[in-house]
């Protein structure tokens, strides 16, 4: 089943932590190829304190048996190894986010958890590089494309490619 993470940073070494954390998420147990990965999106911060810096953000998708909960659970670690706090207060600069937003046709609604990312489909910084790696992807409870949502979506100079490589 394919999973797709959407990976952010916007304290410290940016590219560093989001190297780091790809490189950890293609290493975990049950991750099965093809791993795809985004390119680079320098982006402003949404929703975060005042005088918040930019954030890299990037997409991945890979392989995972495993279920829902335990992938999460493993994307929590890595935040953790890479000094992200468990209690990190929502919407605040952080050194490393990751997000699970789907997991193949999954659908979860729990109080701590949905699946998919119930906000995925408003945000350019997420639609943008997934788009990339999965434009005709249509997620459970769409009727559109990841490309055709990305190509609704206001113009805005707040999302722009870095680097292809990384």
């Not at 935040?79 to 990751?98: C, F, K, V, W, Y």
């Amino acid at each position: 089943m394919r999973a797709g993470i959407a990976l952010g940073a916007n304290l410290g070494e940016r590219l560093r932590c989001l190297t780091t954390a790809r490189e950890k998420i293609f290493a975990l147990p049950g991750v099965a190829p093809p791993c795809l990965s985004s390119a680079l999106y320098e982006t402003e911060p949404v929703e975060c304190e005042p005088g918040a810096k930019t954030f890299l953000n990037a997409v991945v998708e890979i392989g995972y048996g495993g279920s829902s909960r335990q992938l999460l659970q493993a994307l929590r670690q890595i935040e953790d190894q890479l000094g992200r706090p468990a209690a990190h207060a929502r919407n605040r600069s952080r050194t490393i986010d990751l997000d699970l937003l789907y997991h193949s046709a999954r659908t979860i609604e729990e109080p701590d958890f949905q699946l998919p990312h119930p906000r995925l489909h408003l945000r350019g910084f997420v639609l943008q590089p997934l788009a990339e790696i999965r434009p005709n992807l249509v997620l459970p409870g769409q009727v559109k494309t990841i490309g055709e949502l990305t190509a609704e979506l206001p113009p805005s100079p707040s999302v722009v490619r870095s680097a292809r490589q990384w």
